[in-house]
């Protein structure tokens, strides 16, 4: 579970942020919408303190990733993002084979056993539902992959280091149609083992795959429930009319 | 007028412009060529110099700047490489970051006769080096600095961010980072700074003038605290202070088709080691 508590956020003066509480359940997708600005993508960054390397930024309120403080000092930020992973908006694979793309959290992580490490690339690639595709060019360089390939390979990179949490920024909005069916339905299929966070502009997206869902309006939480509650059933006047496309 | 038709005219200017350039790089190349080849055969790169100067090769002087080269650049390559990674990547967005640009940029701008002059104070005389191959090449190196310093800079600028999130979100340190991610990325960029380097150092005379370079001194070297001759220096030497100056021209020109060959064959080869890393 994660659990986000009071939190406020601000890039130098801008309160991007304000007063966020709300609880995530394990093993099961949690929708973030809401318009352009709304403060998403910087919730969703705060979970593996990935706006730690933004300069000038201030929290306060705490977030817990399974009852730990994550910015407490202790904490070892290398260590939480190897629990929480991260899929971006852009698929970036890194210039290497599509093989050592997904061997780099690994070998990050200081594994040094070529066989496990093969066995693990392999199966982080069936996870993502990619194998088939490239099991016969595991050397070929990722960036010639096609769009849709490069984000399931980013995919399958992230399983590899075994998180505990996904963490999604829009990661179908670079994709064609058919790319975006299949990593929606990798996301359905993830979700009984992992914990996905995903941001999504697409209201059907967001219907399709998560279970709950979360609107953000202007930095504020403006309400939280169940998806179907959100989209049929909304108590809020602002929900309805965004998910209802009458503004966004 | 069209636009299209400004358009093609534009496009006609730039087109000559550049090849124009192309041009007075042939213009250069063919007329040393053509001036220095009849000089050029084994004996005239593989023997000591004679009677003054106007006979015999110019081994020495190959040996000599091969060796500065080499030293420079086993000096500055490092340093130039360490300092444009600490700045690109460790210093934050501030004064320090837009100092130490400006100061490196300062660098380059001082006239190489001034380095020659600071390296004479500094290695020759205070370190007491002496005239030697070291002196001569800390001097090359210092000289080359700030262009190795900027073009590490611009490698690892044009690295996308996005790689370095993917790899820090994998739970990745920034030491792991640039070393896995972000230098295999800028390395074949780096290298050009290598080569743009090499270019400089390997024509430079001035800084040379008082820290290494000898007049004559037929035989190599053999440490780096002895003098040595060097191509740029010798064609100098050649072209205004021989004992028959009409004699030594086409020594000078041999020279001089030398030292350019030099030039192109260290480009050549960095060439090909940056497409080696590009292709990986
Ligand atoms: N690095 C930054 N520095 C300063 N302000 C930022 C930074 N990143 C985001 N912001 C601001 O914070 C606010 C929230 O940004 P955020 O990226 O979280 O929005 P979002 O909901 O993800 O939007 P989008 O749907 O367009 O991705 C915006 O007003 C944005 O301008
Ligand atoms: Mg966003």
Not at chain 2, 6 to 12: A, E, G, N, P, W
Not at chain 2, 119 to 139: C, E, P, R, Y
Not at chain 2, 159 to 181: C, F, M, N
Not at chain 2, 198 to 222: D, Q
Request: with cysteine; glycine share 8%.
């Amino acid at each position: 579970m994660i659990q986000i508590k009071n939190v406020n956020f601000y890039y130098k003066d801008f309160h991007a942020l304000t007063d966020i509480t709300m609880q995530i359940p394990d093993k099961a997708v949690t929708a973030f919408i809401g318009p352009s600005g709304c403060g998403k993508s910087t919730l969703l960054r705060l979970i593996n303190r990935m706006n730690d390397l933004i300069d000038g930024t201030r929290l306060t309120g705490n977030i817990l990733v399974e009852g730990q403080d994550i910015y407490d000092k202790k904490v070892e930020v290398e260590e939480l993002r190897k629990k929480v992973g991260m899929v971006f908006q852009k698929p970036n694979p890194f210039p290497k084979s599509i093989f050592e793309n997904v061997a780099y959290g690994l070998r990050v992580q200081g594994m040094k056993n070529e066989t496990e490490i093969k066995d693990r690339v392999e199966d982080a690639i069936k996870k993502a539902a990619l194998w088939s595709e490239v099991e016969r060019i595991l050397n070929n360089n990722a960036t010639n992959l096609s769009g849709g390939q490069q984000q399931r390979l980013c995919i399958a990179r992230c399983l590899a280091v075994e998180p505990h949490v996904i963490l999604m920024d829009e990661p179908a909005s670079a994709l064609d149609p058919i790319s975006t069916a299949k990593i929606e339905e990798l996301v359905l299929d993830l979700k009984s083992k992992y914990t996905i966070v995903i941001v999504t502009h697409n209201m059907q997206q967001a219907l399709r795959i998560s279970d709950h869902t979360a609107f953000f309006y202007l930095g504020e939480l403006v309400e939280y429930n169940t998806t179907h509650d959100i989209f049929h059933n909304p108590a809020q006047e602002k929900t309805k009319n965004y998910v209802t496309g009458q503004f966004g | 007028m069209k636009a299209i038709t400004k358009q093609k005219i534009v496009f006609s200017i730039l087109k000559v412009m550049s090849f124009m350039v192309i041009a007075i790089l042939f213009l250069i190349i063919g007329f040393i060529f053509i001036k220095g080849i009849g000089v050029i055969n084994w004996g005239f790169i593989s023997k000591m110099p004679e009677e003054g100067m106007l006979k015999g090769g110019i081994l020495p002087a190959i040996v000599g700047t091969l060796c500065l080269i080499g030293g420079s650049m086993l000096f500055a390559f490092p340093i130039g490489v360490c300092s444009g990674i600490y700045i690109n990547e460790f210093l934050k967005d501030g004064p320090l970051k837009r100092f130490m640009r400006l100061m490196t940029d300062n660098l380059a701008g001082i006239p190489s006769i001034v380095f020659g002059l600071f390296g004479m104070a500094l290695f020759v005389n205070k370190l007491k080096f002496g005239d030697s191959i070291l002196a001569g090449s800390l001097t090359l190196g210092i000289l080359a600095l700030p262009v190795i310093i900027r073009t590490t800079e611009e490698a690892l600028r044009s690295v996308d961010d996005l790689h370095r999130q993917a790899s820090y979100a994998l739970g990745a340190s920034k030491l792991y980072t640039i070393k896995k991610v972000v230098l295999p990325i800028a390395l074949p960029n780096i290298i050009t700074g290598l080569i743009l380097a090499i270019g400089r150092v390997s024509g430079e005379t001035a800084p040379i003038l008082f820290t290494v370079a000898a007049y004559f001194l037929p035989k190599l070297p053999h440490s780096l605290f002895e003098q040595a001759m060097a191509l740029p220096y010798h064609l100098y030497v050649l072209a205004t202070s021989g004992t028959d100056i009409e004699k030594a021209k086409p020594m000078a020109f041999g020279t001089a088709l030398i030292l350019i060959t030099i030039v192109l064959i260290c480009n050549l080869l960095a060439n090909l080691i940056r497409a080696k890393f590009k292709k990986k």
